[in-house]
């Protein structure tokens, strides 16, 4: 059973940076689809990025098109967002998912990004 635990929230200004990294265990993360999604309050919850590892190919809302980028790192078995040119709008609580096919199965218990005006 796959468990990921996201962490490097906070808080920042806007036009600053933040990093978040999702730990995966019982699992290795590029043996699944994974992705960030964020839920703003009183919104849904939506879509931010996933990659796919064999493809090595990304997809990008487009509200942090140029501004985020999803990495992994094999070391540590973690899923990282790194989060530049910040927005009051990006706030949200971010979360962590992975899947094997087009279920997000799994998910982290989210991380609180609060970015300051």
């Known amino acids: 059973q796959v468990q990921l635990v996201e962490s490097g929230g906070g808080l920042v200004q806007a036009g600053g940076s933040l990093r978040l990294s999702c730990a995966v265990s019982?699992?290795?993360?590029?043996?699944?689809?994974m992705g960030w999604f964020r839920q703003a309050p009183g919104k849904a919850r939506e879509f931010v990025v996933d990659?796919?590892?064999?493809?090595?190919?990304?997809w990008y809302a487009d509200s942090v098109k140029g501004r985020f980028t999803i990495s992994g790192d094999n070391a540590k078995n973690t899923v990282d967002l790194q989060m530049n040119s910040l927005k009051p709008e990006d706030t949200a609580v971010y979360y962590c998912?992975?899947?094997?096919?087009?279920?997000?199965?799994?998910w982290g218990q989210g991380t609180q990004v609060t970015v300051s005006s």
């Open positions: 990659i796919r590892w064999s493809a090595g190919s990304t």
């Open positions: 019982g699992g290795t993360f590029n043996r699944y689809i």
């Open positions: 998912a992975a899947r094997r096919d087009t279920i997000w199965a799994y």
